[in-house]
Every structure is written in C-alpha cells, then in structure tokens.
C-alpha cells in the first residue's frame, strides 16, 4: 500500500513538472517601455527632405517693383574730322510710371549734347585743319548720384567738352532731382514749406562763402543764377547748390559747390514732401 502511495506521488510530481514548463513567463511578457517610447516618437523631415512649391510666374512679387540703376556708355572716336567722345550716364529700371520720365529726360539731354558737339566739330572742322597739327576735339560726360533709395534719386550730370582750336576746355552741368513715388522731377520749391523763398535761404547760407572766396563775389549774383536755373542735389548730409564756371566765379576758379546741413534748415523744410525722406 505504502508503495502505490509513493508511486502515485511520484507520478503527480511528474505532472506537476512538465505543466510548469508550459505556463507562460509573465515577467517576460511585459513590453520594453523605452522601446516603445522611442518608436512613438514623430519622424522630423530636414528640409532638403521636403517638397519645395515654386512660385507662381505670374504672381507679381515685392521684388518685381524695387527700382534698380544701370549705367549707359558712348564710346566713339574719329580721325576726319578729328574728334573722340567717352560719355557714361544712368537709367532706371523698374515699373513705367515709376522711372519713364526720368529716362526719357536724362537720354534726350545727352542726345542732345552729343549731336550739338558734333555740330559743332563740323562748324570748325575748316578752321582746325589749317593748323599744322590739329588737337582732336573731345566731349566727356560723367555723373554722380547723390542720393538713391526707393522714393527719390539725385543726380548729376557733368559735362566737359573742347572743340579744337578754342581757348580752354568747357565744362557745363546739370542735374536730375526725380521723384518716384510721384514719377515726376522736384523742383527745389518742393522741399520748402509754401511760404518759403528757397532761392532767399540758399542765398544767405551761401554768400558769405562765397565773399570769403577772395575772388570778387558781386553779392546777389547766386540769386540771380539761381532764379535763371536750378541746379542742385540732394545728399545725405544737406543740400548741394552747384555753380558752373562763371556763373559765380571767374574761369580759374572752377565750378563751385556748397552744402547746407539739413539741420540748418530744418525749420523751413516741408517734411510732408520729398524732404522728409532724408530729414528723420
């Protein structure tokens, strides 16, 4: 009896053995957090990665109005009559209305100055070939731009010609003071308040220089220039009165130019017109 018992016991504990090996491990079944954090986590795309969409062509863009500034060049020379010409000079490039009129005043000036000097070469041609060695006759245009940001431009325009045979070279000038945003040229007038006299505040910025000069300045001769043409330029610092030789000054002399600080004139100034785009 006592042996069926263990034989029997022996046998469950068999059983016993072999269904703990079936069981599931339930420690290991747990999943690995970390793991499954880190797999949850969004995919960053770089942006090389990304689609880039192209804009629209005919979508029109800041870009598209900015007003920009390119340089014209004449280069020509010849040996009968004798003469040699080197001109450079700016145009806009932007939206019509903005720039149209400046370029169509600023090339004709210098058409024109070209054909008057070739005129003029012809008129003289005669009396320059009876010369053992006639000098060639020569027309040089240059310019400056004083000012230029997206509301105004300033420029000038300087010539210096010699027709052969003449005493001296000849120099003459003139300048360019444009509007943008209006598409139209600005006298001097519009950087005054309208009860001011512009030529009367220049006047007595100026002529005391000029007196000073030591080479007899008649007073009242810059009012009288002045009122006959303008010729000025905006810079950052002020305001550029030019005067062409013997406008003011006898030929040794040169041209001459005097600034006058904005804050000198700063209480006479319309700020509501061009001028306040350079007085803060």
Same mark, same amino acid.
Request: proline share 9%; hydrophobic share 40%.
């Given at each position: 009896?006592?042996?069926?018992?263990?034989?029997?016991?022996?046998?469950?504990?068999?059983?016993?053995?072999?269904?703990?090996?079936?069981?599931?491990?339930?420690?290991?079944?747990?999943?690995?957090?970390?793991?499954?954090?880190?797999?949850?986590?969004?995919?960053?795309?770089?942006?090389?990665?990304?689609?880039?969409?192209?804009?629209?062509?005919?979508?029109?863009?800041?870009?598209?109005?900015?007003?920009?500034?390119?340089?014209?060049?004449?280069?020509?020379?010849?040996?009968?009559?004798?003469?040699?010409?080197?001109?450079?000079?700016?145009?806009?490039?932007?939206?019509?209305?903005?720039?149209?009129?400046?370029?169509?005043?600023?090339?004709?000036?210098?058409?024109?100055?070209?054909?008057?000097?070739?005129?003029?070469?012809?008129?003289?041609?005669?009396?320059?070939?009876?010369?053992?060695?006639?000098?060639?006759?020569?027309?040089?245009?240059?310019?400056?731009?004083?000012? &230029? #940001?997206?509301?105004? =431009?300033?420029? *000038?325009?300087?010539?210096? %010609? +010699?027709?052969? /045979?003449?005493?001296?070279?000849?120099?003459?000038?003139?300048?360019?003071?444009?509007?943008?945003?209006?598409?139209?040229?600005?006298?001097?007038?519009?950087?005054?308040?309208?009860?001011?006299?512009?030529?009367?505040?220049?006047?007595?910025?100026?002529?005391?220089?000029?007196?000073?000069?030591?080479?007899?300045?008649?007073?009242?001769?810059?009012?009288?220039?002045?009122?006959?043409?303008?010729?000025?330029?905006?810079?950052?610092?002020?305001?550029?009165?030019? &005067? #062409?030789?013997?406008? =003011?000054?006898? *030929?040794?002399?040169?041209? %001459? +130019?005097?600034? /006058?600080?904005?804050?000198?004139?700063?209480?006479?100034?319309?700020?509501?017109?061009?001028?306040?785009?350079?007085?803060?």
């Amino acid at each position: 009896m006592f042996r069926k018992v263990n034989l029997i016991a022996l046998l469950l504990m068999i059983v016993l053995l072999l269904t703990s090996c079936s069981l599931p491990s339930w420690p290991g079944s747990q999943p690995d957090q970390s793991q499954t954090s880190q797999a949850s986590q969004p995919t960053v795309t770089s942006p090389e990665d990304q689609d880039t969409q192209e804009p629209d062509p005919a979508t029109p863009t800041a870009q598209s109005e900015i007003v920009q500034m390119v340089e014209r060049t004449v280069l020509d020379e010849s040996d009968d009559p004798r003469y040699e010409i080197q001109i450079a000079w700016p145009n806009l490039q932007g939206p019509e209305g903005m720039v149209g009129g400046f370029n169509q005043e600023i090339d004709g000036i210098v058409q024109s100055l070209q054909e008057q000097f070739l005129n003029d070469v012809r008129d003289r041609q005669a009396e320059s070939e009876m010369e053992a060695q006639p000098p060639a006759s020569t027309l040089t245009i240059t310019y400056e731009v004083t000012y &230029f #940001d997206q509301k105004f =431009v300033s420029v *000038y325009l300087l010539m210096d %010609q +010699y027709i052969a /045979i003449s005493a001296h070279p000849f120099s003459f000038s003139k300048t360019f003071n444009y509007d943008l945003q209006q598409g139209e040229f600005a006298p001097l007038d519009n950087l005054f308040m309208p009860d001011v006299d512009p030529v009367g505040v220049v006047v007595v910025a100026i002529e005391p220089e000029l007196e000073g000069k030591g080479f007899g300045y008649q007073a009242g001769t810059a009012a009288d220039v002045m009122s006959t043409r303008e010729n000025w330029n905006i810079f950052p610092e002020g305001l550029r009165v030019n &005067f #062409d030789v013997y406008e =003011v000054a006898p *030929y040794p002399a040169g041209p %001459q +130019y005097f600034i /006058i600080p904005w804050e000198d004139i700063v209480g006479r100034l319309d700020l509501e017109g061009p001028a306040g785009n350079f007085v803060d």
